[in-house]
């Protein structure tokens, strides 16, 4: 009995030391720009972040986040870590965003890269292996980008995948399974999911049209055919504007200086439109011909869609229009639990940014009311002093007026 005992907390230990860490960033120290890298690829204007926890938050410390503190500026620092491979294990990678600022349009994703990556060249055009998170621009754009780069090409996810727009705190969270599966949670909460061959177009599909197939002559898709026996009504054909028969030749009409006078036309509540037959059911309807498939010799498949060979950088690299977007609680794991076990804590911190937002607006509001009142008093005042001079004025018209009488 003892062995067995030994067994299941060796079992268990085991399967704690499989489960690791390859990159938690929380923005505690002061000195984070030590670890992260700002690009210098020229041609572009860069923004700097900086360490805040926004000017609304649940915990002064624990919510501080690198923040975009420059309009209209791209955005690009990576911090890079031990490289890895995911084979044969899961995938999670995971981040906060808060755009604070509520975002018009700029991206909130992230970046993985390889271990090639020159940090101090990162730009739009650096290859990546996986770019995942939320982009906003208006209203036509509000998704999140699931992102792979397969033999070369970078692959978008075909659904579309709506992120949060609001100004509080919201996690995201990528899961990729080694059977090829995927999920997307948005606040430790499952959007989408499915499989990768299915929602990527990685591969070429597995059938094609038959190139060599082409719709039988005969073939009769048509549902209804017109009545051969139905003949048009010989009443049918009415003109479709005929004239007013209530109109009269105005009086003062001069068929010399005016012309002919023509009364106005109007609609014919006779007319009937052009006559069609009535249509029945097609006796040689064969249905929708549909074009035969055959297998697509193009086609390969590959059970390693999920794999990343190497994985050791990690980098925001967007534009801003309107700045202030925080982002943290950066974690790259194998362990779904542990995610998951962070993810939860979402929604405290939601509740104390909403309790402390809704206190800096219901100040702000006193603050318009009374600037507002302030404004109107001022306005009363000045109305009060243009009445006191149109008196004044008033009054020195009459005196100079009774002097003119003297």
Known sequence: MMWCKTVIVLLATVGFISAEVYLKENFDNENWEDTWIYSKHPGKEFGKFVLTPGTFYNDAEADKGIQTSQDARFYAASRKFDGFSNEDKPLVVQFSVKHEQNIDCGGGYVKLFDCSLDQTDMHGESPYEIMFGPDICGPGTKKVHVIFSYKGKNHLISKDIRCKDDVYTHFYTLIVRPDNTYEVLIDNEKVESGNLEDDWDFLAPKKIKDPSATKPEDWDDKAT???PDDKKPEDWDKPEHIPDPDATKPEDWDDEMDGEWE????????????????????????????????????????????????ICTLGFDLWQVKSGTIFDNVLITDDVELAAKVAAEVKNTQAGEKKVKEAQDEVQRKKDEEEAKKASDKDDEDEDDDDEE?????KQDKDQSEHDEL
């Open 225 to 227: 055919i017109p009545d």
């Open 263 to 310: 009364p106005p036309m109007i609609d014919n509540p006779e007319f009937k439109g052009e006559w069609q037959p009535k249509q029945l059911d097609n006796p040689n309807y064969k249905g929708a011909w549909e074009h035969p498939e055959i297998a697509n010799p193009e086609y390969v498949p590959d059970d390693k869609l999920y794999l990343r060979k190497e």
């Open 390 to 394: 149109k008196d004044d004025e008033s």
